[in-house]
């Protein structure tokens, strides 16, 4: 299906929020056909059929796998959404499927791929477009189209193409230049002459930046683009142009490579194992500079935008802010979108470089001006300071539970803008693109001086299944009807200070919650009491209740079936939990060896805490002198003794006492160790509590409750 | 408090079901004090304070720790009921409570008793008297006097103690002769030589044994005595007359102590070990037999009753029947209840010689007729061929759930009858002692004549914790209001064969359950179906299975607390499964390898069993053809894929597949490898399920449950 004109390149975002089902209809299926098209059009740009069987990277696959990869991700999402039968041809959909991504050694031994020929998936593709054809022909659906639309998984499918358009292009300007042909539909920039321009610094006011993106929305969207968030951006200033190839220049000029100080840790780690010192799709021949452009050679264009990785945009920025004395550095996704703004650049897109608009190559970078800055949107990606994290609100989409959430690591980047091939979703103004820091696309930076700080550690996924367990069980859903346990305990604490005659008159009274874990309870107490000590002896469950106070949220995947993870957030905000946070304090301590400081509190908490300590006895004999004169001591267990945590010579009960024959029960040791320094002032009662342990399994427990009031 | 009239010896089991509460007091209060005093009495036979401290046998205490034994059981059951505020003398009843029975080497190590002295066990036993003389005068209470009343435990202290009154006269009369003095209050029968009259066997007609004892009773009762049971005893003749010294001195002098032919495996293992080759209590002097009697040494009693343990007793009986030619052996208990009721013996209890009515020592054992029969009731205890188990609605006393549990082992065979010193609740008609085979008492026995078998061998608490917890799961309660879940999923089954066309007129189905743990649902598909197999991989959960359909019932203890114990009885009757018990066969059998012969069925069921399989793949594709056609197959399962149970590449879901790189999940490879075969025929939906873990700790989870109809 051979595309003759340039135009014929140029897509539209699909408006899916609005307009009628058949007219809809139409557009996403010239939308479809014309990603199939454009995509098939770029490996055109292959020499031959060998071509597609070299690797451009050694941890990468060849070409072929991703000529055969769009269509198979098209066939198993709509499998997997049932709108498929069945495969269409197992073998290759099982060669093209997976390995996008930089690989470790052992996978890419040529000898576990049979790649399929250029043809078979030639026609392959052909099968999966009347496939998707016919689907989008016949699918019955409704407007909005939204993530339940049977249209989503082919927006799906279009939108992975048209990213795979992007990063296909860069891998092909990766091969050797023998491998490839420039092709008229992909026409390079003619202007490689022109002088770059000096560059400047422009102020950008303050503001705010505000992200509200709810499904069902406008343009197809992926996960991490949905949710709210919210920053107010200090007034900074900003590169007129994006950094040129000149610019770059004098930094390799001065050493720059060579100089471990402009590199972070993982920078120069990253230099270590590079072998070039300059830029990676340049090239030195007789002492003058090329640059290796998709399908062509060309003498260094001095003013197209240098096109390097993240490492060496901050390298260059730590070599700038040197020369300068002025804080340079690589603005911040807030500071990206403020510039955007503040420069009005979404009115002036239409000039941009990008949306195959332009050319099939950079332009020079003063060329697309947007208000006083140029090339905010389009030429090359801008790399920026922050790591992608997700917005409050985040849920994975669940056909594609992987797009983004293994990159929520702090070791993926985000840049911002596009380039002269984004298209699609890449450029509908919310999309939020994150490679790792090392990697290489059509990207380039524009620094900016500013002395804020800027946040490049996010939290992460907590993995660790205990802790993850805990998270959900103290923040996330009920169930069984089971009431929330952690604030069902902290209210009952909050009820018994409150009808205390000692107390219920006074705003100062402070708490101490022995054995915290992930702090919910403590948080809940914080509501009426001035002051919370949270304490717990993991301090893997402390790091979590620290998380949630300094950053009002906390991510965590626990199992669904087997190793298929759901992902959570959980934020202090919707929890009612945000305002008195403050009045915590989380510490990592052993219960049955407390430190003499934690003293003169009106009321301590140990819940679920006695049967986990190695000596619960000694916790005991200790509390009462920590406790004010008619202090209130809440304690409850489920009195799950267990050698593995507690010796059996140190269960509280649970045993034949060896003197006198007889049963010993917890409550009555507890009643015996506190008989002297405590009242028991109510009945024991149960309270239940639900851990998840799975979708499917649980653990369901009863804790025992008691409330001792100081004599 | 001495005692100057043999008559205050004598004592009458205390009516617990009616009368007066200020009446029943003052009885209550007699009877206690008046069971201080005989303790005390028997103790004043001890000759010095150093008798107090010899070991009458190398593997029990000496006797100062039986005198303050049963005073600190008082205390400590008192204050487990929270009747007494606190102890009265720790130290004392450290030394004095655990250590009733033989003990090991290690534990009668001297250096670790520091025993008390004598006048210091008489003060203790002064102070326990009066706390619990201060006790029944002011406790409140109702009538009936049941195992609620505040007053069971001063009765459980009473009837404790008068255990012991009889077991410490034994071990008195184990003491050296020099260490003992004989007592008015105690007087040896003087009818010391005239002859054994010659044995006899008298027919006993056939009959039905019926008991039916449930709280509140008549009298006090240990936990052993209550419950139902019913037995048919067929004709068979007991002998007239005990064993006499004279007619077992017979088998003393065939060397029937020489020859391992009288003798079982156990009793020539006590054989080989004991020194002694004929009864304990006997003396052999310058070749005269004379008997120990507890505080006097005689020339042989001829006429007396012989005193022997199980197996010299049982050695005895192998030996008559060789001698007659005739089925001699023990009675059973039935046999021996039987032979009570055919002789009306509780008719001529005044005139038996136990309670302390008569002497202090055998007497004749042609003295006391009950009928044709002599001695039924008194003289010596008599051994029987039956290990102590629970009848049917077997329940532990929470104040004292070490009684009777730890002797369901079919090692402790019960005695009936009563020795001259039995009182109380030894003599009220229910109680039921069993000892070790091995132990001496003042116990002999009576043979019987019959060739009916006798069941030697009752199911024993089942202890290994995984199957208990899975009896319990099956067959005990429902936790947090889930239903069954055995009996729930057995009905699914039953609603769906029910449902289908193909299968609903006929009354010949056959059902498969492959999974069935210990049976509770092949039990109610039995209910329905004509013919159930039930396979288990582990022989220990298809053992319990097999018990409950052989004998009807299971035992088996579960954690309350720690280990602390739960003891639980079930029947199939009680659950309506006993009358279609015998449609169900259970095998063990691998479900991933299983033998052709398992076929021709119209249903399967594999419930919970799936992620617990090392191939499950195998066995759903094994699957159909064991089937009729249009057979139905049910399939549960939670989905807990675990490493522990089956390899990750053998999961059928809950994983990433490697080559779509699309999560699977167990339900789609169900379809998938299920899809050539069967039709599902039903939504899939989750049934709950509850396993108790402790009183407080429960697993629950959801098992999915899916329908298919063979093609």
Redesign the interface.
């Known amino acids: 299906m051979p595309i003759s004109q340039q135009t014929q390149l140029i897509s539209h975002n699909i408006v899916l929020n609005r307009g009628n089902v058949e007219a809809k209809r139409a557009e996403i299926k010239a939308y479809f056909n014309q990603t199939f098209d454009v995509y098939e059009a770029l490996f055109d740009t292959l020499a031959n059929d060998e071509a597609y069987y070299l690797r451009p990277c050694s941890l990468r696959h060849p070409l072929i796998f991703y000529f055969g990869h769009t269509a198979?991700f098209f066939t198993?999402?709509l499998v997997?959404a049932k709108l498929l039968p069945e495969r269409i041809d197992p073998k290759i959909?099982?060669m093209c499927?997976?390995g996008v991504d930089e690989m470790s050694w052992d996978d890419l031994n040529d000898a576990h791929y049979e790649w399929p020929s250029v043809q078979d998936v030639r026609n392959y593709r052909d099968q999966v477009r009347a496939a998707v054809n016919d689907l989008i022909d016949n699918t019955e659906f409704t407007m909005p189209i939204d993530w339940q639309s049977p249209l989503w998984p082919v927006m799906m499918g279009i939108e992975h193409e048209r990213i795979h358009l992007e990063t296909s292009s860069v891998l092909i300007r990766q091969l050797p230049i023998e491998s490839v042909v420039s092709s008229e539909l992909f026409p390079i920039c003619p202007d490689q002459d022109s002088p770059a321009p000096e560059n400047d610094l422009l102020s950008v006011s303050a503001g705010d930046v505000v992200i509200n993106n709810q499904d069902p929305a406008e343009y197809y969207g992926w996960d991490n683009e949905y949710g709210q968030h919210q920053a107010f951006v200090q007034e900074f200033k900003a590169s007129k142009y994006l950094v040129s190839n000149q610019e770059f220049l004098a930094f390799i000029d001065a050493d720059g490579y060579l100089n471990d100080k402009y590199w972070d840790e993982e920078g120069n780690r990253w230099r270590d194992y590079s072998p070039v010192k300059h830029p990676t799709f340049w090239l030195q021949k007789d002492g003058e500079w090329y640059l290796r452009c998709m399908t062509e050679e060309i003498a260094m264009p001095s003013s197209w935008p240098a096109e390097v990785n993240f490492h060496e945009a901050s390298a260059f920025c730590r070599w700038k802010a040197e020369q300068t004395g002025k804080p340079i550095r690589l603005p911040s996704e807030d500071e990206w979108l403020r510039l955007r703004d503040f420069s009005n650049a979404m009115e002036y897109q239409d000039n941009a470089n990008w949306n195959l608009q332009k050319h099939a190559s950079s332009t020079p970078v003063d060329q697309c001006a947007a208000g006083n800055f140029y090339d905010v949107l389009g030429n090359v990606w801008q790399w920026t300071q922050t790591p992608i994290y997700p917005f409050d609100g985040f849920k994975v989409h669940p056909l594609y539970?992987?797009f983004t959430t293994p990159t929520y690591d702090n070791q993926h980047n985000i840049f911002k803008g596009g380039s002269w091939i984004s298209t699609g979703n890449e450029i509908n103004g919310h999309s939020r693109y994150a490679f790792r820091r090392h990697f290489f696309q059509h990207a380039g930076f524009r620094y900016i001086e500013s002395d804020a700080s800027v946040q490049t550690e996010f939290s992460t996924y907590e993995t660790d299944s205990s802790v993850a367990q805990y998270c959900e069980f103290h923040f996330g859903d009920e169930y069984?009807n089971v009431p929330n346990f952690a604030k069902t305990y902290a209210n009952y604490a909050i009820d018994a200070i409150k009808a205390d005659a000692d107390f219920n008159q006074r705003n100062d009274l402070r708490v101490l919650e022995v054995g915290c874990s992930v702090g919910r309870a403590s948080f809940e107490l914080a509501k009426y009491f001035n002051e919370v000590t949270g304490l717990d002896f993991s301090a893997r469950f402390i790091r979590i209740a620290n998380q949630l106070q300094t950053t009002g949220s906390i991510l965590y995947t626990i199992?669904?079936?087997?190793?298929?993870m759901d992902f959570k957030e959980q934020t202090l905000r919707d929890l009612d939990l945000e305002k008195t946070a403050s009045k915590c304090e989380f510490l990592q301590q052993d219960a049955s060896n407390m430190k003499p400081i934690f003293t003169g509190y009106d009321m301590i908490v140990a819940v679920n805490l006695l049967d986990r300590l190695y000596e619960p006895k000694k916790f005991l004999q200790d509390v009462a002198h920590r406790l004010n004169n008619g202090g209130l001591l809440m304690v409850s267990s489920?009195?799950?003794?267990d050698e593995t945590f507690t010796q059996k010579e140190n269960?509280l009960?649970?045993?034949?006492?060896?003197?006198?024959?007889?049963?010993v029960?917890?409550l009555e040791t507890l009643q015996n160790l506190l008989a002297d320094d405590f009242e028991m002032i109510r009945e024991a009662e149960?309270i239940p509590f639900?851990i998840r342990?799975?979708?499917?399994?649980?653990?369901?427990?009863?804790?025992?409750v008691t409330l001792w009031k100081k004599r």
């Open positions: 198979t198993n999402k997997l959909e099982s499927a997976v539970d992987d069984f199992p669904q079936e087997g190793e298929i489920p009195y799950s003794w269960w009960g649970g045993y034949k006492d060896s003197q006198s024959g007889e049963n029960t917890t149960d639900v342990e799975t979708r499917r399994k649980f653990q369901h427990t009863l804790s025992q």
